[in-house]
């Protein structure tokens, strides 16, 4: 089993920040409206992954949204066959290599996409995304990004001693940030579950009933044993470096939920 198998399996037991929240849901539902000039005319959404949040915005009902992911499972379990008001489309496919005409997009959408590709690759995607939108388009996505001062495993470890984290996803993102090495670098899933059973889960069960973390929440740490994959977090400046060549930056917006400040959805136009 892959790690998005796996993935796929625990999908209702991820919760925020991993997933968009409805305030982020709102947001970039009022940037697309400014795209959509008439309910009449044929709309091209690209969903890069399968997030549901996004497939189940209320999109005009002329709209075609196709769905690209590489695994299987997430386009079979997670991707909604049916919404409201469209039939998505899914297939599977390489985001570095999108099997679309070239400006024939007009909008290309996508939640934390970057973080499942290294740094190398960050570039590649970037063309590829630009290559398939329309130039009156857009190109709407949330990042997670780390900190311009990367905040110690130790002082992470106490905080969640002491109580203060909100809930589980939070500290597996704190976790993963803290073990980051430079943008090249990234982090390996299995030296972020391997941090959580060695300091954080060993004793603590009595600060587990205290916090009420449901265990099936828990477990989807489970996913990151032993693999192989390894996620990249960029800073606010990187993210603007790379993509600043090729779009320009219309908004940005940061959510006031925990970690909020490392999850800011963009909103870029083509170059």
Same mark, same amino acid.
């Given at each position: 089993?892959?790690?998005?198998?796996?993935?796929?399996?625990?999908?209702?037991?991820?919760?925020?920040?991993?997933?968009?929240?409805?305030?982020?849901?709102?947001?970039?539902?009022?940037?697309?409206? &400014?795209?959509?000039?008439?309910?009449?005319?044929?709309?091209?959404?690209?969903?890069?992954?399968?997030?549901?949040?996004?497939? &189940?915005?209320?999109?005009?009902?002329?709209?075609?949204?196709?769905?690209?992911?590489?695994?299987?499972?997430?386009?079979?379990?997670?991707?909604?066959?049916?919404?409201?008001?469209?039939?998505?489309?899914?297939?599977?496919?390489?985001?570095?290599?999108?099997?679309?005409?070239?400006?024939?997009?007009?909008?290309?959408?996508?939640?934390?996409?970057?973080?499942?590709?290294?740094?190398?690759?960050?570039?590649?995607?970037?063309?590829?995304?630009?290559?398939?939108?329309?130039?009156?388009?857009?190109?709407?996505?949330?990042?997670?990004?780390?900190?311009?001062?990367?905040?110690?495993?130790?002082?992470?470890?106490?905080?969640?001693?002491?109580?203060?984290?909100?809930?589980? &996803?939070?500290?597996?993102?704190?976790?993963?940030?803290?073990? &980051?090495?430079?943008?090249?670098?990234?982090?390996?899933?299995?030296?972020?579950?391997?941090?959580?059973?060695?300091?954080?889960?060993?004793?603590?069960?009595?600060?587990?009933?205290?916090?009420?973390?449901?265990?099936?929440?828990?477990?989807?740490?489970?996913?990151?044993?032993?693999?192989?994959?390894?996620?990249?977090?960029?800073?606010?400046?990187?993210?603007?470096?790379?993509?600043?060549?090729?779009?320009?930056?219309?908004?940005?917006?940061?959510?006031?939920?925990?970690?909020?400040?490392?999850?800011?959805?963009?909103?870029?136009?083509?170059?």
């Amino acid at each position: 089993m892959t790690l998005w198998d796996n993935q796929a399996k625990r999908w209702a037991n991820i919760g925020s920040p991993l997933r968009p929240s409805p305030i982020d849901i709102q947001t970039s539902s009022s940037w697309i409206k &400014h795209l959509i000039t008439t309910d009449e005319k044929p709309f091209t959404v690209l969903l890069l992954g399968v997030t549901p949040e996004i497939a &189940h915005i209320r999109w005009p009902k002329n709209t075609r949204l196709i769905a690209i992911d590489n695994n299987f499972s997430m386009l079979k379990s997670i991707l909604p066959s049916e919404t409201q008001t469209i039939k998505p489309q899914g297939f599977v496919g390489d985001w570095l290599k999108l099997p679309l005409a070239d400006a024939k997009v007009d909008l290309v959408i996508g939640d934390g996409c970057f973080t499942c590709i290294t740094e190398n690759n960050y570039e590649k995607m970037i063309k590829e995304i630009r290559r398939v939108i329309s130039p009156a388009g857009a190109f709407i996505i949330r990042f997670f990004i780390r900190p311009n001062i990367t905040e110690s495993i130790g002082s992470v470890h106490q905080e969640f001693l002491s109580g203060k984290i909100e809930n589980f &996803h939070v500290l597996k993102w704190r976790i993963a940030m803290a073990l &980051h090495g430079s943008l090249n670098q990234g982090v390996s899933l299995n030296s972020i579950w391997e941090s959580w059973n060695t300091l954080f889960k060993k004793n603590n069960q009595s600060l587990f009933k205290r916090l009420q973390w449901p265990q099936s929440v828990i477990q989807t740490i489970d996913n990151y044993k032993e693999s192989s994959v390894y996620y990249t977090f960029p800073t606010l400046q990187e993210v603007r470096t790379r993509l600043n060549s090729y779009f320009k930056e219309q908004d940005i917006f940061f959510p006031n939920y925990a970690l909020g400040e490392r999850c800011p959805t963009f909103n870029f136009i083509p170059l």
